[in-house]
């Protein structure tokens, strides 16, 4: 039998390829990015008392009522947008899913979607499977900023959507108000359709604000914008999110995704309603993680990697060229097998491979580790010995 693959150019993710080498070698992995602390034990407690209370059946397509309604009343209280808990929210099985099922409704074969690059891995190959072309635009080390002038050189009677990520994985950087009011101008008088990927809404660092696209009036009708449950809660794997954009986008979304996943988890919504019902449950983030950043950096100000703190995400990025002229990849390895630390180099996430000899480390972890991954990451020498 002869399979004809619709990704042949695909193969197993970097985050996979990174976590296995760290579980090989018992290297310590800041390399995908997943917290090594457990959840709150309060929303745990609730969790179970919802499953053994029977909320174990299918809720509604759009997602359960009383959470999209706290949702809709997050999203008024934080950006001043009024949403439509019925119409204009909806719970997803995490924002990946969100973010591909978007993709399948809006993109036709032969569409031109624009993607900033470094990308999140998950936009090309969803871009791809619906017959689109991603026409990437590149930011690069060490200001991570977008061009707006030669961002819209990009821009054809193909370009069918605008992909976004803020605050950005890989880089930790953030959108500010000037960014969009530069794509107001951008996508003015078009069909284009943006998709903005805020998982990281609630980590932002040094008194700096989240700029959301929802905020925007004028992007308001075009603009769909994903959000994760299990970044803010720190249960990734409850593979939770939610999706929110204008009425008429989102009868479009749901064609795809009432046939895509249909539903997700009830109890865990029912749970997830109760939870965000106090406030400082997420909004306590950008203290927490400023605090873990600050620590790491400081752990490791002394090694002969250089950076600039990340703006947002949990995610930092350091350059490694005083300490070798090796490709990222080969790079990233040596620091797993070698050294006892896990990273993810950077050229992976452009489709050319770019490499800015930039490697990124996850601080979502306890103090413990991170302060044994600086003692590790502190052993390494400059001087291109390795």
């Known amino acids: 039998m002869k399979i004809r693959s619709k990704l042949p150019d695909l193969g197993t993710t970097i985050f996979s390829v990174?976590?296995?080498?760290?579980?090989?070698?018992?290297?310590?992995?800041?390399?995908?990015?997943f917290p090594n602390f457990d959840c709150d034990e309060r929303l745990k407690q609730l969790v179970s008392h919802y499953v053994n209370s029977g909320y174990n059946q299918y809720c509604p397509m759009t997602g359960l009522p009383r959470l999209t309604e706290v949702l809709a009343a997050k999203i008024k209280n934080l950006y001043g947008s009024d949403y439509d808990s019925k119409t204009e929210i909806n719970v997803t099985s995490g924002a990946t899913q969100a973010i591909f099922s978007t993709i399948q409704a809006f993109v036709h074969p032969g569409d031109e979607v624009i993607i900033v690059e470094p990308a999140y891995d998950c936009y090309q190959p969803s871009v791809l499977l619906a017959g689109g072309l991603v026409v990437p635009y590149q930011i690069k080390a060490p200001d991570w900023k977008i061009d707006w002038k030669e961002f819209a050189k990009l821009i054809s009677n193909k370009t069918r959507m605008i992909m976004l990520n803020t605050p950005h994985n890989p880089s930790g950087s953030i959108l500010e108000d000037a960014d969009f009011l530069e794509?107001?101008?951008?996508?003015?008088?078009?069909?284009?359709?943006?998709?903005?990927?805020?998982?990281?809404e609630h980590m932002v660092y040094d008194g700096k604000k989240h700029y959301s696209i929802m905020e925007y009036p004028a992007l308001r009708k075009r603009s769909l914008a994903t959000f994760s449950f299990g970044k803010t809660l720190h249960a990734t794997g409850w593979k939770l999110g939610y999706i929110v954009g204008d009425a008429a986008l989102m009868h479009e979304f749901r064609k795809v995704h009432q046939f895509d996943?249909?539903?997700?988890n009830t109890p865990f919504q029912h749970a997830i309603a109760d939870y965000l019902q106090d406030e400082n449950t997420y909004m306590g983030l950008a203290p927490f993680f400023q605090q873990k950043r600050d620590f790491f950096l400081d752990k490791i100000k002394d090694s002969p990697f250089v950076f600039t703190p990340c703006s947002g995400t949990y995610f930092q990025v350091a350059d490694y060229s005083a300490i070798s002229d090796e490709p990222d990849t080969e790079f990233a390895k040596r620091m797993t097998i070698e050294h006892g630390v896990a990273v993810i180099p950077i050229s992976v996430f452009y489709h050319n491979n770019l490499d800015n000899k930039v490697v990124r480390f996850c601080f979502a972890k306890?103090?413990?580790?991170?302060?044994?991954?600086?003692?590790?990451?502190c052993r390494i020498n400059s001087g291109k010995l390795i």
């Open 18 to 33: 990174m976590s296995g080498l760290a579980n090989k070698h018992k290297a310590i992995n800041l390399s995908q990015g």
């Open 183 to 200: 794509l107001q101008k951008i996508v003015e008088g078009t069909d284009i359709i943006i998709l903005s990927d805020e998982v990281y």
């Open 261 to 264: 996943v249909f539903t997700s």
């Open 366 to 377: 306890t103090e413990e580790v991170l302060e044994n991954a600086a003692e590790l990451i």
